[in-house]
């Protein structure tokens, strides 16, 4: 079955420190890949995609991610956190021929001291 | 413009006693996700709604779970002889098309005792 690994449970940072979320999935065909936030009390938003195109991908509050696709990765970074950061995250995969449903990784909490 | 919605936000019932959660979607959006999101299984897919077409139920833990999305737009998902195990967040999302980014409304916090 496919599946989505996040290789951190609960991650600790001062503010400015660097941020490298890590995200494996298992599935060897064609996959839109996703990284969701869920602030304290809010929702799921979504940071960033990568559908095609350029590996590196920009999303919002300085957010970025490469694909690798031959490591099956798509690894969250973000050179200098801040405390609003906070957050849980969420990477996702969704197979091209699956109606776009998406599988979720368990999530990493993101704890920023200030 | 207005997100997705959904009702009740939160819901506590009785084991065994059948509950119903609404999903209002974005306008226009053609695709309606539902979702679970709870402590021992992280957020799971559950039912998924395109157009027209015959949705895929591939998620649904169980027969007593079931959803129906009326005149493409509405989506009630309901839950027979509840029991514990189901108290989770159940999050709706939309998205324009299949395949296209999801937007997530803020979930019904559902508790069984």
């Known amino acids: 079955a496919q599946s989505v690994s996040q290789h951190n449970h609960h991650v600790i940072l001062s503010e400015a420190a660097s941020l490298e979320l890590g995200c494996n999935y298992s599935?060897?065909?064609?996959?839109?890949l996703f990284w969701y936030v869920q602030y304290p009390g809010q929702h799921l938003q979504l940071l960033l995609k990568y559908f095609s195109g350029d590996p590196l991908v920009k999303g919002i509050k300085g957010f970025e991610a490469e694909f690798i696709k031959s490591k099956f990765s798509f690894n969250l970074r973000k050179p200098s956190v801040q405390w609003s950061d906070t957050a849980e995250y969420f990477c996702?995969?969704?197979?091209?021929?699956?109606?776009?449903?998406?599988?979720f990784g368990q999530g990493t909490e993101l704890s920023v001291k200030p | 413009g207005a997100g997705v919605s959904q009702s009740p936000s939160n819901k506590v019932t009785e084991k065994g006693k059948d509950v119903e959660l609404r999903c209002d979607p974005i306008s226009g959006h053609t695709a309606l996700y539902w979702y679970r999101q709870s402590l021992g299984q992280g957020l799971e897919f559950l039912i998924y709604?395109?157009?027209?077409?015959?949705?895929?139920k591939s998620g649904l833990p169980s027969d007593r779970f079931s959803a129906e999305r009326t005149g493409g737009s509405v989506s009630t998902l309901t839950i027979q002889r509840t029991q514990q195990e189901d108290s989770a967040v159940y999050l709706c999302?939309?998205?324009?098309?299949?395949?296209?980014?999801?937007?997530f409304g803020p979930g019904t916090r559902l508790l069984v005792l």
């Open positions: 996702a995969v969704s197979l091209y021929n699956q109606g776009g449903k998406l599988i």
């Open positions: 999302a939309s998205s324009r098309r299949a395949q296209e980014t999801q937007y």
């Open positions: 709604f395109q157009g027209n077409s015959a949705p895929d």
């Open positions: 599935y060897g065909g064609t996959v839109n």
